[in-house]
């Protein structure tokens, strides 16, 4: 697995300029796509594509 290929809370939150935390809530609260990859240690990725897409069709916020 090629880690700049799949990205955690970190770089999520980074690409949308919030706090990791917040992309946390954002998953417990259904907000964000499912996981493209859960890695060995339990830990959800995301592939950049997938959340590229996912930030052009959410609603914008206030």
Known sequence: ???????SY????????????????YRRHGLLPEPDVVDGSGHPRWYPGTIRDWVRNRPRHR
């Open 10 to 25: 970190a770089e999520i939150a980074r690409h949308i300029n919030v706090q990791p935390e917040t992309v946390r809530n």
């Open 1 to 7: 697995m090629n880690r700049h290929e799949l990205w």
